[in-house]
């Protein structure tokens, strides 16, 4: 006899799936397993009311309950495909061959999972990054529930066996389709798949034996860190569900632009304003590195404009291996727009004195123009 579906929820056949969604609502409150602690009679009340939402909720399914049918209810062999088989549908066959339904069994699931792992973002300085540096953080992540230890019973006792699903995390179903029979499995509703149930959850994790709490952590900052680079910190991230072992963390380092210097790789960039005369006689400048000590670096006579001065050994850390990179000092050449009339004086007498003049550079021209005949052609203009 087929069952009365809308009667086990107490609805009208016309009813919306939202008045069906709340009236299993309602009926889950009063029956739940979670409520009524061994009481089977409850129980059987909740899987029939489960059942019957589920049925009510699938159009198909729904249209055979209108019809007078049950599509819940396992019946032998008819015409077509499940007649010809000696009175089994698909499911039958898997059940013969395989000793259980379509699909097969994946059993109930661990409820102690896993964390997943977290990441952090922090920023440092350049001068940071060459020294390395100690840095605290603070996080926020699930840890284990200092209530409940982790078991996600308030009175840290151990799950029952469901008894929607006798411990199996999942239930069969009996569908009936143009092919037959075909048996399904789905996770228990009442235990979520995992094939226990916790009667006295916690109420500070609400049973998940863990909760969000910030914490304020070290981080080990290497000399020599690159921009985007992350660091693992082992089991710092969240804690699995049902207090399982944590995930890791990973903090992402970003470095804040520097006012002197560019980085590449392990090579130091900067950029050197020279006055033309320098260039051409020859000067020093000092600048300030990055761990504070100060640098000289002399410009050879008749340096170019757009040369580099490279210095070893004067870069970036090398993170993996000994050493370091190198310092490149990029030389920008300054050519005053107005002279005043004794610096033009002598710069003219320079001129006469070299006999060198502006020409057009043909191609295969091996020679170099001359620092001042560039000089030159920049007056003209």
């Known amino acids: ?48 009311a489960s059942l019957a939402q589920e049925v009510l909720l699938d159009p198909q399914k729904r249209q055979i309950v209108d019809m007078g049918g049950d599509p819940m209810e396992e019946r032998g062999g008819g015409a077509g495909f499940g007649g010809g088989f000696g009175g089994g549908g698909l499911g039958d066959i898997f059940a013969e ?36 540096l100690k840095k605290q953080v603070t996080v926020d992540t699930a840890v284990i529930c200092d209530r409940c230890e982790g078991t996600g019973s308030a009175s840290k006792a151990k799950p029952v066996t469901c008894q929607g699903c006798g411990g199996m995390g999942e239930i069969q179903e009996m569908q009936r389709s143009f092919l037959g029979n075909v048996m399904t499995t789905r996770p ?21 034996g863990r909760v969000k709490k910030r914490r304020d952590l070290t981080v080990n900052i290497p000399a ?8 693992r910190m082992a089991s710092q991230g969240e804690v699995g569900h049902g207090g399982g072992p944590a995930g890791d963390l990973y903090v992402e380092v970003s470095t804040k632009p520097h006012a002197v210097f560019e980085r590449n790789a392990d090579d130091l960039h900067l950029t050197v304003r020279v006055p033309m005369v320098d260039a051409a006689l020859g000067t020093n400048f000092t600048i300030d590195q990055l761990d504070g000590e100060e640098l000289n670096i002399d ?52 001129r006469d004195s070299r006999d060198e003049g502006a020409r057009v550079r043909e191609s295969g021209d091996g020679q170099e123009e001359s620092f001042f005949s560039r000089i030159r052609d920049r007056f003209r203009r």
Not at 11 to 31: G, P
Not at 191 to 208: A, L, S, W, Y
Not at 224 to 231: C, E, L, P, T
Request: glycine share 14%; hydrophobic share 30%; proline share 6%.
């Open 97 to 132: 061959f395989f000793g259980g339904a379509a699909g097969g069994s994946r059993g109930p699931r661990s409820r102690v999972q896993p964390g997943n792992d977290a990441l952090l973002r922090t920023t440092i300085t350049l001068e940071e990054a060459f020294s390395g």
């Open 224 to 231: 020599g860190i690159g921009d985007g680079m992350r660091i």
């Open 1 to 48: 006899m087929a069952r009365d579906y809308y009667g086990i929820l107490g609805v009208e056949k016309s009813a919306s799936d939202a008045e069906i969604k709340k009236a299993y609502r309602k009926l889950a409150r009063k029956y739940h397993p979670d409520v009524n602690p061994g009481d089977d009679e409850a129980a059987e009340k909740f899987r029939e």
């Open 188 to 208: 228990c509703p009442q235990c979520q798949g995992f094939g226990e149930v916790i009667t006295d959850p916690c109420n500070h994790c609400g049973g998940d």
């Open 299 to 350: 410009i050879e006579p008749g340096t170019q404009p757009g040369e580099s001065i490279k210095v070893e050994g004067k870069g970036m850390p090398r993170l993996r291996t000994d050493g370091f990179g190198n310092l490149f000092a990029h030389v920008d050449v300054v050519v005053p727009k107005e002279l005043d009339k004794k610096t033009r004086e002598l710069l003219e007498k320079v």
